[in-house]
């Protein structure tokens, strides 16, 4: 479980006001931006790189380490693979992240798998992948570490509608494991696939006041909530 509790935070010029939401085991939620560096800010708190002025996150509360980072993983849209030396193999990299502790093999060629990628994929070098091979391969080492609490931000973005089904897919069988799953996104047509409920971030306040399950977000005209809520 994901918990935000009045959480106030400040970069800059961009500022979170008293946010408030929590993500249940089990759920997909949906948290629209209308403008990227509030998520930006958001994923940053999450991830420790910046300072909570006022409230709390908290990742699974009701247990004894309740906000312990080793709970959660944070997936970030991935443009190129220029992190990555080009010259070294996929197999390399799983085996030295596999190393470092907290991925399990098998579990990273079960979600090659989902993608029409295979053990002999891994042979490639990171200069011979595609950006889109690149991305299901980042994906399932972060997928991996098989932590209760997922954040993601955006990561479909650009990709072709074969990639974003079976992501789609791939997030529904973490769902169903009991992962609370936090989505963010800009686009208000992607809330409409996926979202068990969905919230606004709006110039860094959390809009409406309540979540909006699925079923009434369903009924709601795309053009009337982006008016309503993002612009």
């Known amino acids: 479980m994901i918990e935000i509790r009045a959480l106030t935070a400040r970069k800059d010029k961009i500022l979170l006001n ?11 939620y ?30 699974n ?7 312990d980072n080793s709970e959660l993983t944070i997936i970030h849209p991935v443009e190129n693979a220029d992190d990555f030396e080009p010259d070294l193999l996929l197999k390399d990299i799983l085996e030295l992240n596999y190393k470092r502790g907290g991925i399990n093999k098998m579990r990273v060629l079960e979600f090659l798998l989902i993608f029409n990628l295979f053990a002999d994929d891994l042979n490639k070098k990171v200069r011979y992948c595609s950006i889109t091979d690149f991305k299901a391969f980042y994906l399932s080492l972060l997928l991996a570490q098989d932590q209760t609490n997922i954040i993601i931000n955006d990561f479909v973005r650009g990709e072709d509608k074969a990639f974003e089904l079976k992501f789609n897919g791939l997030l529904q069988e973490l769902k ?3 992962k609370a799953i936090l989505y963010l996104t800009g686009d208000v047509f992607y809330a409409y696939r996926i979202a068990d409920r969905v919230s606004f971030l709006k110039n860094g306040y959390l809009v409406p006041s309540e979540p909006i399950i699925s079923k009434d977000f369903e009924e709601l005209n795309a053009m009337d909530v982006y008016k309503k809520y993002l612009s």
Request: with cysteine; net charge negative; hydrophobic share 35%.
């Open 18 to 28: 008293s946010i408030d939401l929590n993500v249940e085991n089990g759920e997909i």
């Open 61 to 67: 509360p009701q247990s004894s380490n309740g906000s």
């Open 176 to 178: 169903k494991e009991g």
């Open 30 to 59: 949906l948290l629209l931006y209308n403008r990227l560096p509030y998520a930006t800010l958001l994923c940053e708190m999450f991830a420790g790189y910046q300072t909570i002025e006022e409230g709390e996150i908290l990742l």
